[in-house]
Protein backbone atom coordinates (compact mmCIF):
# COMPACT_ATOMS: atom_id res chain seq x y z
CA UNK A 1 0.00 0.00 0.00
CA UNK A 2 1.16 3.43 -1.13
CA UNK A 3 2.00 5.88 2.18
CA UNK A 4 2.40 9.66 2.47
CA UNK A 5 3.53 11.43 6.02
CA UNK A 6 2.58 14.39 6.52
CA UNK A 7 4.61 16.58 9.12
CA UNK A 8 3.05 19.52 9.97
CA UNK A 9 5.99 22.07 10.84
CA UNK A 10 6.72 25.89 11.91
CA UNK A 11 10.05 26.96 12.91
CA UNK A 12 11.47 23.30 13.13
CA UNK A 13 14.86 24.03 11.54
CA UNK A 14 17.06 22.17 14.08
CA UNK A 15 14.85 18.95 13.68
CA UNK A 16 12.91 18.93 10.45
CA UNK A 17 16.29 17.28 8.13
CA UNK A 18 17.18 14.59 10.46
CA UNK A 19 13.09 13.99 10.89
CA UNK A 20 12.90 13.38 7.48
CA UNK A 21 15.93 11.54 6.79
CA UNK A 22 14.97 9.23 8.99
CA UNK A 23 11.38 9.40 8.01
CA UNK A 24 12.66 8.44 4.49
CA UNK A 25 14.62 5.47 5.38
CA UNK A 26 11.31 3.82 6.47
CA UNK A 27 8.85 1.97 4.09
CA UNK A 28 7.33 5.24 2.53
CA UNK A 29 6.46 6.63 -0.64
CA UNK A 30 6.24 10.30 0.25
CA UNK A 31 7.51 12.77 3.21
CA UNK A 32 5.66 16.07 2.89
CA UNK A 33 6.41 18.37 5.19
CA UNK A 34 3.85 21.45 5.32
CA UNK A 35 5.51 24.58 6.28
CA UNK A 36 3.34 26.84 8.16
CA UNK A 37 4.76 30.05 7.92
CA UNK A 38 8.35 29.52 9.14
CA UNK A 39 10.20 32.21 9.42
CA UNK A 40 13.21 30.17 9.60
CA UNK A 41 15.28 27.42 7.14
CA UNK A 42 12.42 24.95 8.22
CA UNK A 43 11.05 24.51 4.36
CA UNK A 44 14.90 24.43 2.70
CA UNK A 45 16.21 22.08 4.98
CA UNK A 46 12.64 19.78 4.39
CA UNK A 47 13.58 20.13 0.57
CA UNK A 48 17.47 19.03 1.06
CA UNK A 49 16.34 15.90 2.94
CA UNK A 50 14.35 14.91 -0.18
CA UNK A 51 10.90 15.73 1.79
CA UNK A 52 8.33 17.75 -0.79
CA UNK A 53 7.49 20.91 0.94
CA UNK A 54 3.95 22.12 0.86
CA UNK A 55 3.18 25.19 2.27
CA UNK A 56 0.42 26.49 3.96
CA UNK A 57 0.17 30.30 4.66
CA UNK A 58 -2.76 30.21 7.54
CA UNK A 59 -1.10 29.54 10.51
CA UNK A 60 -2.54 26.67 12.77
CA UNK A 61 -2.06 23.08 13.11
CA UNK A 62 -5.08 22.16 11.14
CA UNK A 63 -4.66 24.73 8.40
CA UNK A 64 -1.60 22.55 8.05
CA UNK A 65 -2.68 19.07 8.20
CA UNK A 66 -5.24 19.93 5.64
CA UNK A 67 -3.45 21.24 3.05
CA UNK A 68 -0.61 18.04 3.54
CA UNK A 69 -3.55 15.85 3.15
CA UNK A 70 -5.45 17.98 -0.03
CA UNK A 71 -1.39 16.79 -1.74
CA UNK A 72 -1.25 13.12 -0.29
CA UNK A 73 -4.93 12.20 -1.80
CA UNK A 74 -3.98 14.20 -5.18
CA UNK A 75 -0.76 11.62 -5.38
CA UNK A 76 -3.80 8.37 -4.48
CA UNK A 77 -1.30 7.17 -1.54
CA UNK A 78 -3.38 4.72 -0.02
CA UNK A 79 -2.20 5.44 3.75
CA UNK A 80 -1.29 8.76 5.48
CA UNK A 81 0.42 9.41 8.63
CA UNK A 82 0.71 12.93 10.46
CA UNK A 83 3.71 12.90 12.89
CA UNK A 84 5.01 15.99 14.54
CA UNK A 85 7.96 17.69 13.15
CA UNK A 86 9.71 18.54 16.28
CA UNK A 87 11.04 14.86 17.11
CA UNK A 88 8.73 13.63 19.78
CA UNK A 89 7.68 10.66 17.83
CA UNK A 90 10.26 8.65 16.67
CA UNK A 91 9.85 7.37 12.60
CA UNK A 92 11.26 4.13 13.45
CA UNK A 93 8.04 2.72 15.41
CA UNK A 94 5.89 4.13 11.78
CA UNK A 95 5.41 0.24 11.18
CA UNK A 96 3.38 0.07 14.44
CA UNK A 97 0.89 2.25 13.22
CA UNK A 98 0.35 0.78 9.39
CA UNK A 99 0.52 -2.62 10.35
CA UNK A 100 -3.30 -2.93 11.31
CA UNK A 101 -4.14 -0.79 7.78
CA UNK A 102 -2.16 -2.97 6.09
CA UNK A 103 -3.67 -6.11 7.37
CA UNK A 104 -7.13 -4.67 7.23
CA UNK A 105 -8.22 -4.76 10.50
CA UNK A 106 -8.32 -0.74 11.25
CA UNK A 107 -9.04 2.01 9.39
CA UNK A 108 -7.61 4.86 11.97
CA UNK A 109 -4.74 3.83 13.83
CA UNK A 110 -3.14 5.89 16.91
CA UNK A 111 -0.57 5.73 18.85
CA UNK A 112 -0.79 5.89 22.37
CA UNK A 113 1.49 7.58 24.66
CA UNK A 114 -0.29 6.24 27.97
CA UNK A 115 0.40 2.81 26.29
CA UNK A 116 3.77 3.20 25.30
CA UNK A 117 6.61 4.96 27.20
CA UNK A 118 7.07 8.69 27.95
CA UNK A 119 10.26 9.99 28.24
CA UNK A 120 10.98 12.06 31.49
CA UNK A 121 9.81 15.90 30.99
CA UNK A 122 8.61 15.24 27.53
CA UNK A 123 4.73 15.85 29.11
CA UNK A 124 3.80 17.65 31.42
CA UNK A 125 1.22 17.12 34.41
CA UNK A 126 -1.41 19.35 32.94
CA UNK A 127 -1.15 17.65 29.58
CA UNK A 128 -1.24 13.95 30.87
CA UNK A 129 -4.27 14.80 33.24
CA UNK A 130 -6.01 16.75 30.04
CA UNK A 131 -5.43 13.48 27.93
CA UNK A 132 -6.47 11.10 29.87
CA UNK A 133 -9.98 13.23 30.83
CA UNK A 134 -10.40 13.98 26.95
CA UNK A 135 -9.69 9.87 26.45
CA UNK A 136 -12.26 9.32 28.74
CA UNK A 137 -14.79 11.62 28.00
CA UNK A 138 -14.41 10.65 24.04
CA UNK A 139 -14.57 6.59 24.99
CA UNK A 140 -17.90 7.45 26.61
CA UNK A 141 -19.15 9.91 24.13
CA UNK A 142 -18.54 7.50 21.02
CA UNK A 143 -18.48 4.02 22.32
CA UNK A 144 -14.60 3.73 21.39
CA UNK A 145 -11.56 2.20 23.48
CA UNK A 146 -8.80 4.84 23.65
CA UNK A 147 -6.32 6.54 25.96
CA UNK A 148 -4.76 9.53 24.50
CA UNK A 149 -5.44 12.13 21.84
CA UNK A 150 -1.41 11.63 20.22
CA UNK A 151 -0.81 13.55 17.04
CA UNK A 152 0.99 10.22 15.52
CA UNK A 153 -1.45 8.09 13.69
CA UNK A 154 -2.21 6.84 10.15
CA UNK A 155 -5.53 6.74 8.13
CA UNK A 156 -6.72 4.83 5.21
CA UNK A 157 -7.15 7.64 2.31
CA UNK A 158 -10.75 6.04 1.46
CA UNK A 159 -11.57 6.83 5.29
CA UNK A 160 -9.92 10.70 5.03
CA UNK A 161 -11.96 11.13 2.07
CA UNK A 162 -14.82 10.67 3.89
CA UNK A 163 -14.28 13.16 6.83
CA UNK A 164 -14.55 16.69 5.33
CA UNK A 165 -12.83 17.83 8.10
CA UNK A 166 -13.40 21.45 9.59
CA UNK A 167 -11.44 22.02 12.61
CA UNK A 168 -8.59 24.06 11.16
CA UNK A 169 -6.39 24.80 14.37
CA UNK A 170 -6.56 22.79 17.62
CA UNK A 171 -9.39 20.22 16.82
CA UNK A 172 -8.41 18.72 14.07
CA UNK A 173 -6.93 15.93 16.01
CA UNK A 174 -9.94 15.55 17.69
CA UNK A 175 -12.40 15.97 15.08
CA UNK A 176 -10.59 13.17 12.90
CA UNK A 177 -10.96 10.43 15.64
CA UNK A 178 -14.68 11.55 16.34
CA UNK A 179 -15.83 11.36 13.00
CA UNK A 180 -13.94 7.94 12.37
CA UNK A 181 -15.72 7.11 15.59
CA UNK A 182 -19.31 8.48 14.26
CA UNK A 183 -19.47 6.53 10.94
CA UNK A 184 -18.35 3.44 12.88
CA UNK A 185 -14.87 3.44 11.69
CA UNK A 186 -12.00 0.43 13.39
CA UNK A 187 -10.30 2.57 15.51
CA UNK A 188 -6.82 1.02 16.64
CA UNK A 189 -4.29 2.03 19.44
CA UNK A 190 -0.91 1.06 19.39
CA UNK A 191 1.65 2.04 21.89
CA UNK A 192 4.37 4.70 20.57
CA UNK A 193 6.82 6.72 22.70
CA UNK A 194 7.35 9.94 23.12
CA UNK A 195 10.00 12.56 23.38
CA UNK A 196 10.86 16.26 24.81
CA UNK A 197 10.96 17.94 21.66
CA UNK A 198 14.68 17.63 20.12
CA UNK A 199 15.20 22.07 19.45
CA UNK A 200 13.02 24.74 18.96
CA UNK A 201 10.29 26.22 20.77
CA UNK A 202 6.84 24.74 22.03
CA UNK A 203 3.64 26.07 20.75
CA UNK A 204 1.57 24.32 22.24
CA UNK A 205 1.56 22.31 25.23
CA UNK A 206 4.53 23.90 26.81
CA UNK A 207 2.83 27.68 26.49
CA UNK A 208 -0.32 28.79 28.37
CA UNK A 209 -2.21 29.95 25.85
CA UNK A 210 -1.20 26.75 23.88
CA UNK A 211 -2.39 24.47 26.68
CA UNK A 212 -5.79 26.66 27.52
CA UNK A 213 -6.65 26.55 23.64
CA UNK A 214 -5.46 22.81 23.02
CA UNK A 215 -7.91 22.01 26.19
CA UNK A 216 -10.97 24.45 24.62
CA UNK A 217 -10.60 22.78 21.23
CA UNK A 218 -10.24 19.17 22.55
CA UNK A 219 -13.50 19.33 25.14
CA UNK A 220 -15.62 21.35 22.65
CA UNK A 221 -15.18 19.23 19.36
CA UNK A 222 -15.61 16.00 21.76
CA UNK A 223 -18.80 17.33 22.79
CA UNK A 224 -19.70 19.09 19.87
CA UNK A 225 -20.05 16.00 17.78
CA UNK A 226 -21.55 14.01 20.25
CA UNK A 227 -24.89 14.96 20.13
N1 LIG B 1 0.96 25.07 17.37
C1 LIG B 1 1.16 25.01 16.08
N2 LIG B 1 1.92 24.03 15.62
C2 LIG B 1 2.12 23.99 14.33
C3 LIG B 1 1.54 24.93 13.46
N3 LIG B 1 1.89 24.61 12.25
C4 LIG B 1 2.64 23.56 12.34
N4 LIG B 1 2.83 23.16 13.61
C5 LIG B 1 3.59 21.97 14.08
O1 LIG B 1 2.77 21.12 14.86
C6 LIG B 1 3.56 20.33 15.76
C7 LIG B 1 3.07 20.44 17.19
O2 LIG B 1 3.44 21.69 17.79
P1 LIG B 1 4.41 21.77 19.09
O3 LIG B 1 4.90 23.16 19.20
O4 LIG B 1 5.42 20.70 19.02
O5 LIG B 1 3.40 21.48 20.27
P2 LIG B 1 3.63 20.54 21.51
O6 LIG B 1 4.06 19.21 21.02
O7 LIG B 1 2.40 20.60 22.32
O8 LIG B 1 4.81 21.24 22.33
P3 LIG B 1 6.23 20.59 22.77
O9 LIG B 1 5.88 19.52 23.76
O10 LIG B 1 7.06 21.65 23.37
O11 LIG B 1 6.84 20.05 21.53
C8 LIG B 1 4.99 20.80 15.53
O12 LIG B 1 5.56 19.98 14.54
C9 LIG B 1 4.79 22.21 14.97
O13 LIG B 1 5.92 22.65 14.24
C10 LIG B 1 0.74 25.98 13.98
O14 LIG B 1 0.21 26.84 13.29
N5 LIG B 1 0.58 25.96 15.30
MG1 LIG C 1 5.77 18.97 20.13
Known amino acids: MKTAIIIPALNEAGNIAELVRQTLAQPVDWVIVVDNGSTDDTAVLAKAAGATVVREARRGYGYACAAGTAVALNLNTDILVYMDGDFS??????????????????????????????????????????????????????????????????????????????????????????????????????????????????KVSGTLRGSILAGYYILGVTLKYAI
Open 89 to 202: SLPQEMPRLLAPIQADEADLVLGSRALGEIAAGAMLPHQKFGNWLSSRLMSRLYHIRVTDLGPYRAIRAATMHQLDMREMTFGWPTEMMVKVAKGNGRIREVPVSWHVRRSGES
